[in-house]
């Protein structure tokens, strides 16, 4: 049998088992409460998918179950890695200051269910050396019942000093924030900038200074933020609080200052005390950079959740809505995740165990297959579906295009499951460079499409990251909402696995080669794999391919929340000033 012909098997369309269809429903853009019992009657009436995996494909799955094994091993590594770097710090910590652990502190915030990490793999193997989770702890959860993002400074990790990569998550979780209009919690503890880095750190756009831009705009956006100063606040670092709209500091542990008492010390020959210079009776008696003073963490925490309880959100009953579950088990998406673009079998078996009751409602089923494009409930949640199925062809280009703006007429938020071609060869004859054009212009308008949607948008990687298609797929630089990477993508320009593409697109840009091409391959396949993208944040991190329906789903939830506030969300001309 040759290739083609196992190519078209793998990617037969799946039967239906269902073939009851109803016109589909728009959501409205306006925030209403939603029959709930209509919404369901409506998801069952989309085909069920057959999800049962072919048994000519059996070793195709079982290679990459192993291959997704060793993947989910070396994630549990480094998360171990991440835990180990604080053990003998925390030992320290306990016996000789009173401040909590980070982890407790979030326990204090947050409220009683889990939360959504962001990044946790960030700074490891970095240049400059580990930082373990980049210094900090970033995510989303609900406190007071309201969905918020976070940052937490950890103390334990370089003192809470702000490296280039803690920089850089401290950006991200407000970029998040600002794209699903999130209320922002800062939990301060931090020595400022790591100075020899000062130059990845202070000059430019996206520097240090951005953070202090962000917090002006979120404010003029009606993005409520809010601070707990619990620890050290130095030199930048000072603005976060005195920009934040309430700020709550706790006694004898937070400071606010520019500089400490060594640099007074050095600068004026005057001694002087952190309580003195900046403490917590200070800035809430003279200089009214604080508003509330706590004579303990526990307090202070209460301050600010108080403070997060009147932003006025009515969130609806539906949020206990229950759903159903897939038809097939979550565990057999480790053999569904291509450990290589050759290995991958057809997206509607990973689909038929994400989406509730298997029910999917396929858009263009007959047209461009290489893409399929359809509408599914997530966790009881409506969502448009692109994922990738083959090559992006013309056809299935144009297809996607339509079916995104179908979903921004609609105001239905969009999945994408990204698993993106290897490079292909140039065109050896008039047809082929034809054919290539008429892609080429096709991709073209589906990325215009991605780009101006404006609904908001999942990216999920289940395989390849690969070229010029991961634009069209919403690749990071289109700006999804959320970005995660299961453990087995890979993510660069080409695959280096295969030889004979690399060769080829080496030596037709390339006359001659400057580099060893051998020593070329191994450094782009070392800094391809989920791991090293996801310490330097081009993700907002790994996740296992059992949880992706749990990570989905709560992404969904957290940015429907912006529909429930009474406040409007239009920019106003200034942002909260304190003093």
């Not at 089923?365 to 399929?372: A, F, K, R, S």
Request: charged share 20%; aromatic share 8%; hydrophobic share 40%.
């Amino acid at each position: 049998m040759g290739k083609q012909q196992i190519w078209n098997l793998l990617n037969c369309r799946s039967t239906i088992k269902s073939i009851n269809k109803v016109p589909y429903n728009m959501m409205h853009s306006t925030p209403v409460i939603l029959n709930l019992k209509n919404k369901c009657q409506d998801m069952r009436n989309f085909p069920v998918l057959e999800g049962e995996i072919p048994s000519f494909c059996r070793h195709i799955f079982e290679g990459n179950a192993r291959n997704s094994k060793t993947c989910i091993q070396r994630y549990s590594e480094l998360s171990e890695k991440v835990k180990s770097k604080t053990k003998n710090a925390i030992l320290i910590h306990t016996q000789r200051k009173k401040k909590l652990l980070v982890h407790e502190r979030l326990k204090l915030l947050l409220d009683d269910e889990s939360f959504l990490e962001l990044s946790p793999l960030a700074g490891l193997n970095m240049p400059y050396g580990d930082i373990p989770a980049g210094g900090c702890i970033t995510g989303i959860g609900r406190i007071s019942g309201i969905w918020c993002c976070f940052m937490a400074n950890d103390s334990l990790i370089k003192g809470g000093t702000i490296y280039p990569i803690t920089l850089k998550k401290i950006l991200r979780s407000q970029e998040i924030a600002i794209k699903n209009k999130l209320p922002f919690v800062y939990v301060v503890d931090s020595g400022g900038a790591f100075l020899p880095l000062q130059a990845e750190l202070f000059a430019d756009q996206f520097h240090g200074g951005r953070i202090f831009y962000n917090q002006a705009v979120m404010s003029a956006l009606k993005i409520p933020q809010v601070s707990i100063v619990c620890g050290s606040c130095t030199a930048g670092g000072a603005y976060i609080p005195v920009m934040s709209e309430e700020t709550s500091i706790v006694d004898k542990i937070g400071t606010v200052f520019l500089g400490g008492p060594p640099l007074v010390k050095a600068a004026t020959g005057e001694d002087t005390n952190p309580e003195e210079l900046g403490g917590a009776s200070v800035h809430a008696k003279i200089s009214g950079c604080v508003d509330h003073f706590a004579t303990s963490e526990k307090e202070a925490f209460e301050y600010i959740k108080n403070a997060i309880s009147t932003l006025n959100y009515v969130i609806p009953i539906e949020e206990s809505l229950e759903f159903d579950n897939p038809l097939y088990g979550d565990d057999d998406l480790l053999g569904l995740a291509p450990q290589d673009y050759s290995y991958t079998l057809h997206i509607k078996l990973i689909l038929s165990r994400i989406i509730d009751g298997s029910r999917f409602q396929e858009f263009k089923v007959n047209y461009g297959i290489t893409l399929v494009t359809g509408f599914a409930y997530i966790e009881g949640e409506l969502v448009g579906i692109v994922a990738n199925n083959g090559e992006l062809t013309q056809n299935a280009s144009l297809k996607g295009c339509h079916f995104i703006q179908l979903c921004s007429q609609r105001n239905i938020p969009i999945l994408f499951l990204m698993n993106t071609a290897p490079y292909t060869a140039e065109a050896t004859n008039p047809i082929q460079a034809e054919d290539q054009a008429n892609r080429l212009k096709a991709q073209a308008s589906m990325m215009a499409a991605v780009a101006c949607a404006s609904v908001p948008k999942i990216t999920v990687v289940i395989g390849g990251c690969l070229g010029n298609e991961s634009y069209a797929m919403c690749g990071r630089s289109f700006d999804p909402n959320f970005l995660f990477l299961w453990p087995n993508a890979r993510i660069a320009l080409v695959d280096s696995r295969h030889c004979f593409t690399f060769t080829q697109l080496w030596n037709n840009n390339y006359s001659e080669p400057e580099i060893d091409l051998k020593l070329l391959k191994g450094k782009l396949q070392n800094e391809s794999n989920a791991f090293y993208s996801s310490a330097r944040i081009w993700d907002d991190g790994v996740i296992l391919p059992q949880s992706s329906r749990k990570v989905i789903g709560q992404c969904l939830r957290i940015m429907k929340q912006q529909r429930y506030r009474i406040v409007s969300v239009q920019q106003s001309s200034f942002p909260i000033m304190r003093m």
